[in-house]
């Protein structure tokens, strides 16, 4: 595993965006884990967070230029600092975000805020995470109807590896099939059990035998095939 991936995982811990416990998800199951991008709250977090992200664009993407879509609400502040970070790289790229009412009227009226789509544009979709890949339905459709664009990829902090609510594929491989586009992560589930299980951090283990067999019998029930 690289070592960013490992420091990405350590900080998702440290900032409190990954939690493990007894958490009920929105699809009603029942998790052993927690992760959520809203819980980062400073400016030095999230300065961090767009620096991982950048890592992972120059590995997914390379050193090509795209725009930034960063989806309301979670995704805004993400694709922001994702586009600083890669300025200070030496790759300036635009980016928009979408309202969740569209405007219509004023000078900014529309469903997005921005730079502006132009035909010809390569968008990458920068979210939180995805567990469903439910959100895509809406988001493809109006990210293509603004301008005959492409969306050349999406990128997301954790890859659950969670079956669908509908088939046993996880949310990402079910977002390349229907949609043709890479569907990365920084890291997956599996990274970070690698990385924390039975490995002290800060006097404590953050997953111990207990959690990791909870882990375990979480995926083999809820586990992508």
């Not at 995982?9 to 052993?32: M, N, Q």
């Not at 979210?127 to 339905?137: A, I, Q």
Request: with cysteine; proline share 3%.
């Amino acid at each position: 595993m690289e070592s960013y991936k490992r420091e990405f995982i350590k900080f998702l811990e440290d900032a409190g965006v990954l939690k493990f416990g007894d958490f009920t998800a929105k699809s009603g199951r029942k998790i052993p884990y927690f992760i959520n991008a809203g819980d980062i709250k400073t400016g030095e977090q999230i300065q961090k967070l767009g620096e991982f992200y950048a890592k992972a664009y120059f590995e997914k993407v390379g050193n090509k230029k795209t725009v930034l879509y960063g989806p309301a609400y979670k995704g805004i502040p993400i694709a922001v600092s994702v586009a600083v970070a890669l300025a200070k790289d030496g790759l300036d790229v635009p980016f928009f975000f979408n309202r969740k009412e569209e405007k219509d009227h004023g000078a900014d009226k529309g469903s997005f805020l921005g730079s502006k789509l132009k035909d010809g544009d390569r968008v990458v979709m920068i979210e939180d995470v995805t567990t469903s890949g439910k959100s895509m339905e809406e988001t493809v459709p109006k990210v293509k109807g603004a301008a005959n664009v492409e969306i050349v990829g999406l990128m997301v902090s954790l890859n659950r590896m969670e079956k669908g609510l509908e088939t046993d594929k996880c949310a990402l491989d079910e977002i390349r099939e229907k949609y043709g586009f890479p569907a990365n992560a920084i890291v997956s589930m599996a990274d970070v059990v690698e990385c924390l299980y039975n490995r002290p951090c800060q006097g404590r283990l953050i997953i111990d035998d207990k959690m990791k067999e909870a882990i375990d019998k979480y995926y083999e029930q809820y586990g992508a095939k």
